[in-house]
C-alpha cells in the first residue's frame, strides 16, 4: 500500500485536501505529481516550472485519466483552484485516493514566489477580466 504522502498537509473540506502554494511544493518534492487541468492557451501564457507536471486539460480530463498514475500522489492544479476541484472529484469517483487540490492554483503558486515559466507575449491584461487580452510589450 502506498503512504499516503499528502496526508500530512492541507485540509480537508467536501471530502477534499487541499494544500497551499507551499504545502504542494513540498509535497512535490517528495514525489507528489502535478497535474495541471488548464487548456493549453493558458498553459502557453504562464505554466508552472515544475519537473515532471502532466498537462490534462480539464475539458477532456475523464478521457486522458490513462495519463495520471494511479501509483503516485496526485496535485491538481489550475488557474484559481475551482476547476481543479472538479477534476479532484472525478478522479475520487474514479478511485484514487492520494490526492489534493491546490488551492489558489498558479496564481497563489507565483504568489508565494515558486517558479513559473512566462511567455510576456501573450501575458494577459486589462483593467478588469472582462478585458482580458495579451499584452504589448
Sequence with gaps: ????????WGM??????HLSATEAADAIKQGAILVDVRPEPLVAIKAFAV????????????ENLGTIPLDKPVILADAAGLRSKECLQILINKGYTHTANLAGGIMDWERDGFPVIKNPGKELNGPCLCMLRPGRH
Aim: glycine share 12%.
Design 12 to 17: 480537508v473540506s467536501g471530502g477534499m485536501r
Design 1 to 8: 500500500m502506498m503512504e499516503d504522502l499528502l496526508s500530512k
Design 51 to 62: 519537473e515532471g507536471i502532466i498537462f490534462c486539460p480539464y475539458f477532456d480530463f475523464e
